[in-house]
């Protein structure tokens, strides 16, 4: 069975501060893909990253990084230096592959709502 | 480009109405997908579409009906509404079956 696990249901931290959010997946396809997605107060889902099983190079955009680990089945996001504006609720997602009964299904972990104050 | 629209943004219900979310791409993406999040239960899958004309049932499909008549758009009917239909609609799409998925602004819908 595909899951996805983000522990931390809230975080709380002070701007400039930098913050990890924990993500682990379960899967027992060879081949699979793991999004982040950001959810401000506004509502709507922002695509932040994409990474598939085959690649595990750590990736850093801007203040962003993704440290993917498959012996750990972790996929952990990092923001440095946070910022009030990061304040959202970040969703840790697993892509089901082709051929399954529900092709293109993204599995969401619960999210981790992360609080920036000033 | 818009990205993925939907229509309307909110709406109030009674027990036993029907309606229809619309949901509109301007990528060209062949794969549309309905999802719900309800508090503590994530995003859940309604119903997909791999293409125009065609429609499939995700995790959670009773109580809906989709169509995919047109490649841009991909419509989510409820026939007859229910208080457990009470939740925020977010309509996605993505080029490919393995490309990310971008999402609508989300409808919220509440049936009293």
């Known amino acids: 069975a595909q899951k996805v696990t983000q522990a931390q249901t809230e975080i709380s931290v002070v701007e400039k501060e930098d913050v990890t959010l924990d993500c682990v997946y379960e899967t027992r396809d060879t081949t699979y893909y793991l999004f982040w997605y950001k959810q401000p107060p506004s509502g709507e889902l922002v695509f932040l990253i994409r990474?598939?099983?085959?690649?595990?190079q750590n990736e850093i955009s801007g203040r962003y990084s993704w440290n993917f680990q498959k012996s750990t089945s972790s996929f952990n996001f990092t923001i440095t230096a946070s910022q009030v504006v990061d304040s959202a609720v970040y969703f840790c997602a697993l892509r089901v592959p082709w051929g399954s009964s529900n092709t293109g299904k993204l599995i969401f972990g619960q999210g981790t709502t992360l609080q920036v104050k000033p | 480009n818009a990205g993925v629209t939907q229509t309307p943004k909110f709406r109030v219900l009674k027990t036993g109405q029907s309606m229809t979310l619309l949901c509109a791409q301007d990528m060209n993406h062949e794969y549309m997908y309905w999802y719900r999040q309800d508090p503590g239960m994530g995003l859940r899958l309604i119903h997909y579409s791999v293409g125009e004309g065609t429609t499939a049932k995700g995790e959670v499909p009773d109580g809906y009906n989709v169509s995919r008549l047109k490649k841009q758009n991909f419509l989510l009917g409820l026939e007859s509404a229910a208080p457990s239909q009470t939740s925020v609609y977010f309509c996605a799409s993505s080029y490919r079956r393995n490309n990310e998925q971008f999402f609508g602004p989300g409808t919220r819908l509440t049936v009293l």
């Open positions: 990474r598939n099983s085959f690649d595990e």
